[in-house]
Nanobody, 127 residues
């Protein structure tokens, strides 16, 4: 069973940058597609970014051009680099592994396509 642990959240000012990390274990890293989702208070969880096994990526429109997802095969980790953050980026950020045996190039974006999930890391952006 794959396990995921997020880190790197915190309190930042609007316009700042920060990097979130998702470390995986329990499954060969080259067999894991990792997605990032976030949930703001009172709102449903939403897709943010995904990186496939062969490093194809996809992003939510709200973060395109500001967030970058990447994978570090040596560390079995996926990073999400946030730049020019906005107050609306505030939320708990979760990473998750692909639930199904996807093709290496596939980039799922629906949350039902991911399991299990990490415990989440809080990102708060002040205006």
């Amino acid at each position: 069973q794959v396990q995921l642990v997020e880190s790197g959240g915190g309190l930042v000012q609007a316009g700042a940058s920060l990097t979130l990390s998702c470390t995986t274990s329990g499954r060969p890293f080259d067999k894991i597609t990792v997605g990032w989702f976030r949930q703001a208070p009172g709102k449903e969880r939403e897709f943010v970014a995904v990186i496939s096994m062969n490093s194809n990526t996809d992003y939510a429109d709200s973060v395109k051009g500001r967030f970058t997802i990447s994978r570090d095969n040596a560390r079995n980790a996926v990073s999400l680099h946030l730049t020019r953050v906005k107050p609306e980026d505030t939320g708990v950020y979760y990473c998750a592994a692909n639930r199904f045996n996807n093709s290496p190039a596939y980039t799922p974006t629906a949350d039902y396509e991911f399991a299990p999930w990490g415990q989440g890391t809080q990102v708060t952006v002040s205006s």
